[in-house]
């Protein structure tokens, strides 16, 4: 490693622990701060950067590090995470503040009451309970000091940063780890899509379950037809399902909050769809996930005499419905930890 990239990566180090609209400032104010240095005091960049400390410790200059729930590395990827989750909070009690006012639509005022009704109901219940379990997710990584961008070099941990009167382990410029490769960038925009409807189908299922089903007019109002999911059975199988959901969750927002394919990301992943994977084989082929007599109570009410072969309903009543979708849920969970795995070996510069 010469010199040009020892500096390199010792601001990158220390910028990406600071606040996001002060970090060209802060780069370039560093990056002169250690010509200087080598300059005036006639020392080698190792010996320089060796003076200003580990990045981490160096980072809490500009921070101004104090004691919080969510500290300030972290709450520029919390605060957007926060965002994202309630917006899809919101747009989940949106629509199911919709269905419930055109239920109710037998006149202009029972609609507005209905909806509203449902709308502040559903949204700040929901949006308390995102708030809670973002907030948590993001308070255990800091306590655990979990690095959320790239994996530290063996040898060296974020707790033992600042330690470096032990003899032995004092932290020396060529620990530091490489500036990532652009190849390894994680699509923020696929996280953040996948936050949103993993919260809007989250709030769904917790508030309004009964929207997963089939609906008719009739008599100026939303009659319903069949259910989906076994509502009768909603108490044991919601549990589940949001467990499944929120194992999801977590891994993107590892992904979103981390940014890089790294031994983080990877090793979160295969852990989270190895849970998802289990938890799906419980949801259907152990609960009773489905509305058994789904498929009868659409015959009635529209009266179909027999399903054809070529129509999935057909298949209702057995376990094709359940296996076709275990064997989905099974494939893309390979696939994407089959790109993580080879992204991470192929692109990061991290030993794995």
């Not at 500290?71 to 919390?78: H, K, L």
């Not at 639509?105 to 995102?130: N, P, Q």
């Not at 949801?283 to 009868?296: E, G, I, M, R």
Request: aromatic letters at 12%; hydrophobic letters at 45%; proline letters at 4%.
């Amino acid at each position: 490693m010469n010199e040009q990239e020892m500096i390199k990566r010792y601001i990158y180090e220390v910028i990406r622990r600071v606040p996001e609209d002060s970090r060209e400032d802060i780069r370039l104010e560093l990056q002169t701060l250690v010509e200087d240095m080598c300059t005036e005091e006639q020392i080698p960049v190792q010996e320089a950067l060796q003076k200003l400390g580990a990045p981490e410790e160096f980072a809490k200059r500009y921070r101004g590090d104090g004691e919080y729930l969510i500290g300030p590395e972290y709450y520029n990827n919390y605060l957007w995470v926060l965002k994202i989750a309630l917006a899809g909070t919101g747009i989940s009690a949106l629509i199911s503040g919709i269905v419930q006012g055109i239920s109710h639509a037998d006149s202009i005022v029972h609609f507005f009451v209905s909806f509203f009704s449902e709308l502040f109901s559903t949204g700040i219940s929901g949006s308390f309970c995102v708030a809670g379990i973002i907030t948590i997710i993001f308070a255990v990584l800091e306590r655990q000091h979990v690095k959320l961008q790239l994996a530290p070099e063996k040898g060296w941990s974020v707790k033992e940063l600042g330690k470096n009167s032990r003899p032995g382990r004092q932290w020396t410029p060529f620990q530091l780890p490489p500036v990532p490769d652009k190849r390894a960038v994680i699509s923020r925009c696929d996280s953040i899509v996948s936050i949103i409807m993993i919260s809007i189908f989250s709030a769904l299922l917790l508030f309004k379950p009964q929207l997963f089903g089939v609906f008719r007019y009739e008599n100026g109002q939303i009659q319903a037809v069949a259910s989906v999911f076994n509502l009768a059975r909603w108490q044991m199988i919601l549990p589940v399902f949001l467990l499944w959901l929120f194992t999801g969750l977590i891994d993107e927002i590892i992904r979103f909050v981390t940014g890089l394919y790294c031994r983080t990301v990877m090793y979160c992943n295969l852990i989270c769809n190895t849970l998802q994977i289990a938890l799906a084989a419980v949801l259907l082929k152990v609960l009773p996930l489905w509305n058994t007599d789904f498929a009868s109570q659409l015959k009635q009410a529209y009266g179909i005499s027999q399903f054809s072969k070529s129509d999935i309903l057909h298949y209702w009543e057995s376990s094709f419905i359940s296996n076709a979708v275990l064997c989905l849920i099974i494939i893309i969970s390979l696939a994407e930890s089959g790109v993580t795995v080879y992204k991470t070996l192929k692109y990061s510069k991290q030993p794995v």
